[in-house]
């Protein structure tokens, strides 16, 4: 291999034609064949499906006419082709390391550690097992210091000028951990330039970390050196008014950026990707998955620095962009998992396996777990107990497997956090077993033990106690319940036809699934209509105008305008939503629902608008410009209406917009002053770019506080805006021709929509996702799908990777034939039913009906598919001839009576 100069003589020279429909162009359609570009380590690739050698033995040609000695076979270091028709480049990041910047003494003081080493450290599986402690000497720190932005927003110690987005939300949670860790013994401070805060419920999260007492410190600190006692580093900081601060620490936390992996780096240059000039993958803001390659496809922080949750949104945007090359071969290489036949446990006595969790520290820092495990072995009908540190870890779900074999067990009972994350894990492997998944009953002794008892180690165990003899009590009582399998309608509704529906919406109609967009205007676009260009400069209008195009000529989708569902049913794979049109009504059926209703800017009283004409918000200022004679001045004032009591959230876009803004009108009126008020500059990203670049060209940024708002009053010539200026330490008086207003994002009415399809909203409206991190773009309600500004406020590029998420995760239900719905339903026993509809009238998803039965008259029927096993019926019946499955009456009072 070493050898390999690329010369493709090993390809010609090939006998083996490969024919693939789906190559990208990759190959020279042999079965050897030099990758493009010729790059070194990938010199040569074999493709070992098609090769003679490994189909038949023999031939091996292209070893015998290499000119370099680069090919044997019998070398086991040969680099082997795969056949795929498309590439999703998830290859991620390393964080910086700040080794070379001598100001942070990293490296020289133990107690200076690095965000990724304090996490460590904070980890119940890490070297201290969750205890925080010193390096240098193992106690307990008193104080605790984070630096923000260590290899990030830097271009004089490195050259990382962008923010990498997730630093101030880690330290905020490193900080809050440490101090439910230590108690109120210690003192955290975190120094920050901005506060970067700007995703779904992170400014709430930002303001219980000060209410319980976390200190945030706008500083950068400029030196740092070896402290009076051993260990100690003492710091020294400018306050924002100019004040020279030393303060010492026992443990100083670097927070550190991101960057793309060396490695990461490599393989996209291998690729011939094209890389921006921090290497991150090069994307657009319209197709913010695609890479400059046709058929590879990008998703996480190797296409730029985010969170968890959009990582998560573009994995699965990029698995819906490949979805949509592959469809004409779906399901052709699909292979079921075969799970072994099920074991009849009906005439067996119960025996019972208890496995009880550590959970790290998260229980077993709080809890006695050895006492709980020996406890539990007394319980009747126990055979088997076990401890672990993780049960959820893959060794441990393979040892219940073999446990389960061993001792012949047909309960199992799970001791460890909650149902709602670790359930279906749990239930896989009792049936990788033998076992049917509904002989599996789980204790939260995490949740409601030693979370909520952390400051009684006594309480924790005895209450786990409790929880564990509840449960073995039920599970004695479990029975097996058979899977319920229903047909599936390939189509999908999409209500919303701004940019995030009608995306969506594409994504799979070009995949072959037929969708009805719901637009209850008289036009598609949302607000999309009013924005003229993205942060990057892409003409807004010209993509909208595409887009509509694309939608109305595609066979695929049918567009309802001045539509709205007023009634819906069903479940997922067979809903049925009926549509208003005006005075006309439509029944449509789908097997899948995505919402995107959209969000707007909010209208306010504040600062003159709508009282003087000077004072517009949001994109009015870009035609007002126009109107004015002689432009000399304009103030953008951000966070109007958000992050304060009303809505306390950040409304995300607001910064990038009016530094864009004022940018542009900065290099149109270079004599102009530009003026924006800030609380915190969140312009994350490489959004932070533009920033450097806003104030290259002479905008002017000053901050304030939101108990020192700016006030605006009219005078003879324009407006007067006074602000306290924190670096001087005075108010300052601007005169003005415009204010613009970056007004607070807030989702369109949707309490209807929730309404009909049971869907969760927040307190300020927004949805809500079933889980923040793991299913960001889902329901708990299987079969719809979330994306755009009905979630939360996003920009534009975001939007569409969540669009192209949804539609991802909606194609994982259309493409199927059948879907399995929960059989955790009720059941109507109909020699006790007396027909009375109480149960019809109470059920809220019309999972009963009354039919008539031959000789008894009007019997009550369940709905197996449209229940929710919610158990509103059996509660109402008052013949009680209603059970629930899995929850019966016996099981629920075994549990019980087991407490008391």
């Not at 870009?622 to 992050?643: N, T």
């Not at 590029?797 to 719905?821: C, N």
Request: charged fraction near 25%; include cysteine.
């Amino acid at each position: 291999m070493e050898t390999c100069i690329g010369c493709g003589t090993c390809a010609e020279k090939c006998p083996a034609k490969v024919e693939n429909e789906y190559d990208m162009g990759l190959s020279k359609r042999k079965a050897i064949y030099v990758p493009y570009p010729q790059a070194v380590p990938l010199k040569y690739a074999i493709d070992r499906d098609h090769c003679i050698y490994f189909k038949k033995g023999k031939c091996r040609a292209c070893e015998k006419f290499c000119p370099t000695n680069a090919i044997n076979f019998d070398d086991a270091e040969e680099v082997f082709a795969l056949n795929v028709g498309a590439v999703v480049f998830t290859a991620g990041l390393q964080t910086f390391d700040p080794s070379p910047l001598k100001t942070y003494l990293y490296g020289k003081n133990p107690n200076v550690l690095t965000s990724l080493e304090f996490e460590r450290i904070l980890s119940a599986g890490g070297p201290t097992a969750g205890h925080v402690i010193r390096p240098s000497d193992g106690k307990t720190p008193g104080k605790i210091a984070w630096l923000q932005c260590v290899g990030s927003r830097d271009v004089n110690q490195c050259n990382n000028a962008y923010c990498s987005s997730v630093c101030c939300m880690y330290a905020i949670k490193e900080a809050s951990i440490a101090t439910e860790h230590i108690g109120g013994g210690l003192q955290t401070t975190i120094f920050f330039i901005d506060i970067r805060t700007p995703g779904k419920d992170f400014e709430k999260y930002y303001e219980r970390a000060k209410a319980q007492g976390i200190r945030f410190v706008r500083s950068k600190v400029h030196t740092m050196a070896e402290g009076d006692t051993p260990g100690s580093i003492r710091l020294k900081y400018a306050s924002e008014s100019g004040e020279l601060i030393e303060e010492t620490f026992d443990m100083v936390v670097l927070s550190v950026g991101m960057e793309p992996s060396s490695s990461a780096v490599r393989t996209a240059e291998a690729l011939d990707l094209q890389l921006n000039e921090y290497r991150f993958v090069q994307t657009s803001d319209t197709a913010s998955v695609a890479t400059s390659r046709p058929g590879m496809y990008v998703a996480g922080a190797i296409q730029g620095c985010k969170d968890i949750p959009q990582s998560v949104m573009e994995a699965s945007a990029a698995a819906c962009a490949a979805g949509t090359a592959l469809s004409p071969g779906r399901g052709t290489l699909v292979r079921e998992k075969e799970f072994p036949e099920e074991r009849a446990v009906d005439a067996e006595r119960p025996r019972i396996g208890v496995f009880v969790c550590n959970c790290g520290t998260n229980i077993g820092g709080f809890a006695d777990v050895p006492s709980i495990v020996e406890y539990a072995k007394t319980l009747p009908n126990v055979v088997c107990v076990e401890e672990n540190l993780f049960t959820c870890s893959q060794d441990t779900q393979e040892k219940i497997v073999e446990l389960i074999r061993e001792h012949s067990l047909n309960r199992i009972v799970v001791a460890a956090c909650t149902p709602r994350t670790h359930e279906p894990l749990f239930q896989e492997t009792i049936r990788n077993a033998g076992l049917n998944p509904y002989l599996f009953e789980m204790a939260n002794i995490r949740n409601q033990c030693t979370w909520v008892h952390s400051n009684s180690r006594e309480e924790a165990t005895e209450k786990s106690k409790d929880l564990v003899r509840m449960a073995v009590a039920r599970a004695s009582l479990l029975e097996p319940i058979a899977k319920i399998d229903v047909e599936v309608n390939k189509s999908a509704l999409v209500i919303g036809g701004g940019v995030a529906g009608m995306t969506a919406a594409l994504g799979l109609a070009d995949q072959g699934f037929p969708c009805t967009i719901l637009e209850k205007s008289s036009v598609l676009g949302g607000s999309a209509r009013e924005v003229t260009e993205t942060w990057k400069g892409t003409d807004i209008q010209e993509y909208l105008a595409g887009l509509i195009e694309r939608v109305q000529k595609h066979p695929n989708i049918k567009v309802m305008l001045n539509a709205q569902p007023i009634e819906a049913s069903g479940f997922v794979g067979n809903f049925e939503t009926t549509i208003s049109m005006g005075e006309a009504t439509e029944i449509v059926r789908h097997g899948a629902v995505i919402v995107a209703t959209g969000g707007r800017a909010t209208e306010t009283e504040e600062y003159l608008y709508g009282r003087s004409p000077r004072v517009t918000k949001w994109h009015e200022i870009e035609s007002k410009v126009d109107d004015l004679k002689d432009f000399r001045s304009a103030v953008f004032i951000q966070c109007v209406g958000s992050r304060d009591e009303t809505r306390p959230y950040c409304s995300r876009i607001c910064c990038t917009t009016s530094v864009s803004q004022a940018t542009r009108l900065k290099e149109r009126y270079p004599q102009a002053d530009i003026f924006i008020l800030y609380r915190d500059m969140r312009t994350f990203g490489e959004r932070e770019l533009l920033y450097r670049k806003a104030r290259e060209k002479g905008v002017i940024f000053v901050r304030y506080a939101r108990e020192h708002k700016p006030r605006v009053s009219e005078t003879e010539d324009g407006l007067e805006v006074v602000v306290f200026d924190p670096v001087i330490q005075r108010e300052i008086a601007i005169r003005a021709d415009l204010v613009n207003l970056a007004t607070a994002i807030a989702p369109n009415e949707t309490h209807d929509i929730s309404a009909f399809y049971k869907l969760p909203l927040n307190e300020e409206g927004f949805f809500m996702e079933a889980h923040a991190k793991l299913r960001p773009v889902d329901f708990a309600s299987e079969g719809i799908f979330l994306c755009g500004l009905a979630h939360y406020p996003k920009p534009l590029d975001e939007s569409i990777s969540q669009a192209l998420a949804a539609a991802g995760r909606a194609a994982t239900v259309l493409s199927k034939d059948s879907i399995a719905v929960s059989p955790l339903v009720s059941r109507v026993d109909q020699e006790k039913c007396i027909g009375c509809g109480l149960c019809e009238e109470v059920c809220s998803f019309g999972a009963i009906t009354l039919e008539e039965v031959e000789g008894k008259g009007l019997r009550a029927k369940n709905i197996s598919a449209s229940c929710k096993g919610c158990g509103l019926c059996a509660a109402s019946c008052p013949q009680h001839a209603i059970e629930m499955l899995h929850f019966k009456d016996e099981q629920i009072l075994a549990s019980l009576s087991a407490v008391a």
